[in-house]
Every structure is written in structure tokens, then in C-alpha cells.
């Protein structure tokens, strides 16, 4: 299966009143066709600020880009970053959607539910009201928006977070899109309703071959419906594999303390281990490696240079001084 999202060394610079800040400082990172890639990491370490690039949502006149982000669709390759806005009105929600956290910076709030989809279908498909109303309904229906012809009148403010979130779901959907980008989708939901959400995110895709990223501070998450995952910290990618990879043989430090902060079922009622100290500001390019301050392990050679990526073994990299290549420590 080829990549349906390449970044290569992407930069992401955001003009802020408070300066530049170095969001994004050289990102690669890989999605295949058809499968669930997860992006864990801490708070504030770019995980939306790189993937929102891939729908260009940034502010135009205060964003500065560098590297590219390379979508591989049938009708052959196209850097999002240089496509013409004409290209990417159409791209966002036919080619990729985007599902977020807070359902209501997305919806209308007077706007009816079902009148919400329709109007994207009928925008975006060119369907007429009446087939565009029956196409909703339906969507409603399958992913668990019930009754169907209630919800669609109803307005957003009469809905529960776990409805609103399928009211996104569907709106995602709408126009059978090739790739869902869902950014802390579950994060404020409870956890059954989390369960609930993440059981028809998995369905869906595996009904429509829909490749997905998917982010997330939650490990447990991770572990549950991805295929691989990349790990972020201060901006960059520090290490990336599958499943497997990350949970029984994580090779960067900032990883393993991720796991070992991660609180299991088991641990119920004992002290949870959290990881020293909070990832830097992002005001400044790295030069040497970010983690160093809060690694046990940093040396001399962490403190003065920014560490290469290195090939732990196929389709699993870090980026740490310590790593042989080959994944040795
Ligand atoms: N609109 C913005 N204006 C200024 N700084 C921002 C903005 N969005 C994000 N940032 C900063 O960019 C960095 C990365 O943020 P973000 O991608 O949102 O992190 P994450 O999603 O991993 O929590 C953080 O330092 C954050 O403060
Ligand atoms: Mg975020």
C-alpha cells in the first residue's frame, strides 16, 4: 500500500503577537492508504498545528510554511501546500475532513443539525433537497444519530457531547472523503460514550477503507484502534513504527516515559508516574535535543546537537543521540 499523506521536514511558523512561534520545526511523517495512524504526545507539541496544515486552516497572512505535504490520491501526487485555494475548497471534505475536539467551534449553533450536512451535500455533491435530506437521514441512521427524523430538526444546543461528536462524524462522512483527520475527537466525552465513538470511528473506516489520523494523548487509545502512530514532542516527530513498535519496543526515551506515565486498569488506586517537568515553549528553532532537560539518560552530545532520525528497525525510527542504528542503546 502506497502513503496517502507524505510530510517531508515540514516547518510550520505561526506569527503571534507575542512573536514567532516554531509550531512545527521539521516534521516527517507518513500515513499509509487505508489505515489508522495515531499522533500522541503531550499538550502543545504541534500535533494540530501540523496535522491542520494538511487542510490548510492556518491563518493565510500569519503562517509561514516550509517542506511539504504530499497527497498521493489515483489522479497522481499534489503538494498541499502549494495547491491553488480553488483546489483546496474542493479538497476539504470530498479528499480529507476533519473532525475536532469541540464539536461546537464546527457546527452552526442556529443552525438545525440535519440542515447543516444537507447544505454540505448539496454544496459539495450537488444534490438536490430532497435526495441531499434522505442522504442524511440515512447517514444518521447508520452512525447511531437515532430516531433519524427527530435528530435532523433538532438544533445543537438540544444535543448531548457524545450526539454532537456524530453529528461531526457524519458531517466527516458526507462526502465519502478518502482521509479523516480526527484531532482529540473523544477527549470530552465520558468514557463509555468514548468507547461508544471510537468502536464507530473503527467500523466506519473499515467498511469504507477510509485511511484516518488519528491524535491523541490517551495511550490506551492508541493501543485500542490504530495501526501505527507517530510520537511528537516540541514540535517534531521523535519516534514513529507500528503498534507494536512503540508499545513492546519503544526506543526513545520521551516514549518509554510516556508509557510508563500512562495509567493502566491494574494501577487503579496507585500513584500514577508522570513524566518530570513540561515540554518547552516553542519560541525558538531546537538545536539541541528538546527532551534532554527531562531525559534520565541525555549525555554531553544531547545537550549541544540536534539528534538525526535513525532507523530502529523497518518502518520504526527515533530520533535520539543514544540509538545505534539498529535500535541499540
Ligand atoms: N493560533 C495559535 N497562535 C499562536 N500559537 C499557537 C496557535 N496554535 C498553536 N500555537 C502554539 O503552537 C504550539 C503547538 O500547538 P498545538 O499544535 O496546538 O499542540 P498540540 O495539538 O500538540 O497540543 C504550541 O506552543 C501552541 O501554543
Ligand atoms: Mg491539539
Given at each position: 500500500m502506497g502513503n496517502i499523506i507524505e510530510m517531508k521536514d515540514l516547518c510550520v511558523n505561526l506569527m503571534t503577537v507575542r512573536g514567532i512561534v516554531y509550531a512545527v520545526q521539521g516534521v516527517d511523517l507518513a500515513v499509509k492508504e487505508g489505515e489508522v495512524h495515531g499522533i500522541v504526545g503531550e499538550s502543545g507539541c504541534g500535533k494540530s498545528v501540523s496535522t491542520k496544515t494538511i487542510m490548510r486552516l492556518h491563518e493565510k497572512d500569519k503562517t509561514e510554511y516550509t517542506g511539504s505535504v504530499i497527497y498521493n490520491s489515483s489522479s497522481g501526487s499534489e503538494d498541499i501546500l502549494a495547491m491553488s485555494d480553488k483546489r483546496m475548497r474542493d479538497f476539504r471534505g470530498k479528499d480529507a475532513a476533519m473532525i475536532f475536539q469541540d464539536p461546537m467551534t464546527s457546527?452552526?449553533?442556529?443552525?438545525?443539525a440535519g440542515e447543516q450536512i444537507s447544505e454540505v451535500v448539496r454544496r459539495?455533491?450537488?444534490?438536490g433537497k430532497k435526495e441531499a435530506k434522505e442522504y442524511v437521514l440515512r447517514m444518521f441512521e447508520k452512525v447511531g444519530i437515532l430516531p433519524p427524523e427527530k435528530r435532523y430538526e433538532q438544533y445543537p444546543f438540544e444535543m448531548s457531547g457524545g450526539m454532537l461528536q456524530r453529528v461531526m462524524i457524519a458531517m466527516a462522512l458526507s462526502c465519502e472523503p478518502r482521509l479523516i483527520i480526527a484531532d482529540e475527537?473523544?477527549?470530552?466525552?465520558d468514557v463509555t460514550i468514548q468507547a461508544q465513538i471510537l468502536d464507530l470511528l473503527r467500523n466506519l473506516q473499515q467498511e469504507n477503507h477510509t485511511s484516518v489520523i488519528f491524535i491523541t494523548h490517551n495511550l490506551g487509545v492508541v493501543a485500542e484502534i490504530c495501526d501505527s502512530v507517530s510520537v511528537m514532542y516540541a514540535g517534531r516527530v521523535v519516534e514513529s513504527g507500528s503498534v507494536l513498535d512503540i508499545f513492546d519496543r519503544p526506543a526513545h526515551p520521551y516514549t518509554q516515559a510516556l508509557l510508563a506515565s500512562n495509567p493502566k486498569a491494574s494501577d487503579s488506586g496507585k500513584r500514577m508516574k508522570t513524566i518530570e517537568g513540561a515540554p518547552p515553549p516553542l519560541y525558538a528553532k531546537f538545536t539541541s535535543c528538546p527532551f534532554a532537560p527531562r531525559c534520565p539518560k541525555a549525555t554531553e552530545i544531547c545537550r549541544s546537537a540536534l539528534p538525526p532520525v535513525k532507523t530502529v528497525s523497518e518502518g520504526h525510527t527515533a530520533a535520539c543521540h543514544l540509538l545505534n542504528e539498529g535500535g541499540k542503546e
Open positions: 457546527l452552526d449553533p442556529i443552525m438545525k459539495k455533491r450537488g444534490m475527537p473523544t477527549t470530552a466525552l
